[in-house]
């Protein structure tokens, strides 16, 4: 029997790959950090939604604890991202990378 | 049968979302749709049986990194014309 | 759009479809009965400490997970300290001006948000809350300090944030190696001190990843300068009395 956690698990994948390709053709950098965190976001679903795939069976409090640790390394990456591309900007007036080849809009 | 209705609805709008979020053409809209996105995802914690996660990611998940997103996108784009004229010689 | 860029984006699709659907082929292809870890854990609960699994799995059963963590947040904060803004200081403002509304309720909200904090601290020994749920909800209490301008941006971090941010790896590193002194392994508590070990633990934990919380969110902004010199003479300015 199909337990709850297989939909989000499902939902899980589908935003790692949603969020990868927004990691990759996005140009803006503030932009890749959103995807980077919806990738993240995606990873934590399945990590939680795959123990219970099937009804009646507990849900696991390793991959929780996991997650947690997860959220907060996320959040310190994120912070020390968008510190990155301030100071980027400040330096040359771009939020994208310097050898960018695509077109500014 | 209704919960996993729920679970198919929540799943099926957080995907929406996330994906409102990343091909939206305004920067500031995007930030707010990813805070959104973050509000959702804690409801599908809760229905995951996870209450510790859902508290964690509402605070620091959604509520700091929104913060933080929405501070820099203030910084990159409101003092943009500023910035312009006054940018150093490299 | 041009074909090249129309390129990266048809590659980059197929990449990230090709993964999404590797993973749910993964998630339908993992064996029937699994074998998970909830019943080792439910067994030691009694020992661990702490009557909350999820607790106990933090900061027992996989402490090096959580210390290691803790670590990451410090090096994320020194690397945001490390940036030293340099540029025409009419880019920041010191204190920031958000109105009347903001500032009453910050004089209702911050109480009950330290009250929470506690609460939740105190909690995660027996049900969802701990040391991260706490440390959240008082680092977004400092954001909203830091929105209203009660705590000012910082050239140089003042002696009590600096403890505070050291605090929680301090306090973790001293409880994580006391075992090693009686003759067992890193992070191995006695069964009768794992519950004080883990509440010291977690209560310097708070502390410091609140302020590391909140430090993420204002060290990433530009310091306070005098007003509009030139770039040239801005440089010498910046090293002024204001160095660590």
Do not use: C
């Amino acid at each position: 029997m199909i337990g709850g956690g297989l939909i989000y698990a499902i939902a899980g994948a589908i935003l790692f790959a949603l969020g990868l390709y927004g990691l990759v053709v996005h140009a803006h950098l503030v932009r890749k950090l959103i995807a980077f965190n919806i990738t993240g976001s995606g990873v934590f679903l399945v990590l939680v939604g795959l123990p219970q795939r099937m009804a009646g069976t507990p849900p696991d409090r390793v991959s929780e604890a996991l997650v947690l640790t997860g959220i907060v390394v996320a959040v310190s990456a994120t912070a020390f991202g968008l510190a990155l591309v301030r100071r980027l900007y400040e330096l040359t007036g771009k939020t994208r990378l310097p050898n960018d080849p695509r077109p500014e809009p | 049968m209704s919960g996993e209705w729920v679970d198919i609805l929540l799943a099926a709008i957080l995907v929406w979302i996330a994906r409102r979020a990343e091909t939206t053409a305004d920067l500031f809209t995007a930030v707010v749709l990813f805070i959104a996105f973050g509000l959702l995802m804690t409801l599908a914690w809760v229905r995951l049986n996870a209450p510790d996660i859902a508290l964690a990611e509402t605070a620091i998940g959604t509520g700091l990194t929104g913060a933080l997103l929405l501070d820099a996108v203030a910084h990159v784009t409101g003092k943009r014309r500023r910035r312009f004229e006054r940018r150093r010689p490299s | 759009m041009s074909k090249g860029h129309l390129l990266i984006r048809v590659i980059a699709a197929m990449l990230a479809s090709a993964l999404g659907i590797g993973l749910i082929a993964a998630i339908f292809a993992l064996p029937r009965p699994m074998v998970g870890l909830a019943a080792l854990v439910e067994a030691h609960l009694e020992e661990s400490g702490v009557r909350h699994p999820v607790t106990a799995v933090l900061l027992n059963y996989r402490g090096y997970d959580t210390f290691l963590e803790i670590a990451v947040l410090l090096l994320a904060v020194l690397g945001i300290m490390a940036f030293r803004p340099v540029g025409p200081s009419s880019l920041h403002r010191a204190r920031i001006d958000s109105g009347p509304v903001l500032a009453a309720l910050i004089r209702l909200i911050i109480p009950l948000i330290v009250l929470a904090a506690g609460y939740l601290l105190w909690a995660g020994a027996h049900r969802p809350g701990g040391a991260f749920q706490a440390a959240a909800v008082l680092g977004g209490g400092g954001v909203l300090l830091r929105l209203t301008g009660a705590i000012p941006s910082f050239r140089s971090p003042n002696p009590w944030l600096r403890i505070g941010l050291l605090l929680g790896f301090g306090v973790f590193l001293v409880v994580a190696a006391l075992p090693l002194s009686e003759g067992l392994r890193l992070l191995e508590y006695r069964a009768a001190r794992a519950g004080v070990a883990i509440l010291v633990v977690e209560s310097a934990l708070t502390l410091s990843i609140a302020a590391i919380l909140v430090t993420l969110f204002i060290g990433a902004a530009p310091s306070r300068m005098r007003s509009a010199p030139s770039p040239a003479a801005a440089r010498p300015e910046d090293n002024s009395a204001g160095q660590p």
